[in-house]
């Protein structure tokens, strides 16, 4: 059974410490470097994404964080989460700074300026059993990916022909603009842990 850390610093952590149960993980809270050491993957929660980059750095975990992932360590960003897993932000905080690992670029807030919450079903690209149930809370979209990025779902544009890449995957790394440890649905979670597998 893999240890699943979740990156408690601030945000949605308890929401997916019971995702990931019940996606039959072991999961746990990490603070520290020497918790982040003990777990074969991690989560990094929806929360507010300033705030959680800047604990991450006070707390000595921005370079732990960058190496583990370097290393290949499997990591699943939402929201928040999905926004420290970028290269590139738009509409940042001028010194905020992120894990990185995905060739993408995010932008913050993105749906927020048309709708500060909602939620949509979603085909998710690789889950059985129907779309999922998406829930946006002023939430990213991803407005560029690299060649090594593979689009997991999309939403149609609320005001034209173009869709907004709401989940990606590269390699070890998985980020969804919304946030499935908020439904009943573990599927996206249980995604991830056969990530971790490597199933
Ligand atoms: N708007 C938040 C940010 O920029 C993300 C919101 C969320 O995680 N639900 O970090």
Redesign the pocket.
């Given at each position: 059974t893999p240890v699943i850390g979740v990156l408690a610093l601030q945000?949605d952590v308890r929401e997916h410490l019971v995702a990931l149960a019940a996606a039959d993980a072991v999961a746990r809270q990490v603070r520290r470097p020497e918790e982040l050491a003990e777990v074969d993957a991690l989560v990094m929660p929806?929360?507010?994404?300033?705030t959680?980059s800047k604990l991450a750095v006070l707390f000595g975990l921005m370079d732990p964080l960058r190496e583990r992932v370097a290393a290949g360590m499997p990591v699943y960003g939402?929201?928040?989460?999905m926004?420290m897993l970028a290269d590139k932000i738009l509409d940042g905080r001028d010194d905020q700074e992120t894990v990185g690992g995905i060739d993408m670029t995010v932008r913050?807030?993105a749906f927020?300026r048309q709708n500060e919450s909602f939620e949509t079903s979603i085909p998710f690209e690789g889950l059985e059993g129907g779309p999922v149930n998406g829930v946006f809370?002023?939430?990213?979209w991803v407005e560029a990916v690299g060649a090594g990025v593979q689009v997991l779902a999309e939403l149609p544009a609320a005001d034209g022909p173009d869709s907004r890449i709401v989940a990606v995957r590269q390699g070890n790394l998985l980020a969804t603009s919304f946030?499935p440890e908020l439904t009943g649905d573990h599927r996206v979670h249980e995604y991830f842990v056969r990530m971790v597998s490597g199933s």
């Open positions: 945000g929806g929360g507010e994404s300033t959680i939402t929201c928040a989460g926004i913050r807030n927020g809370i002023r939430a990213p946030h």
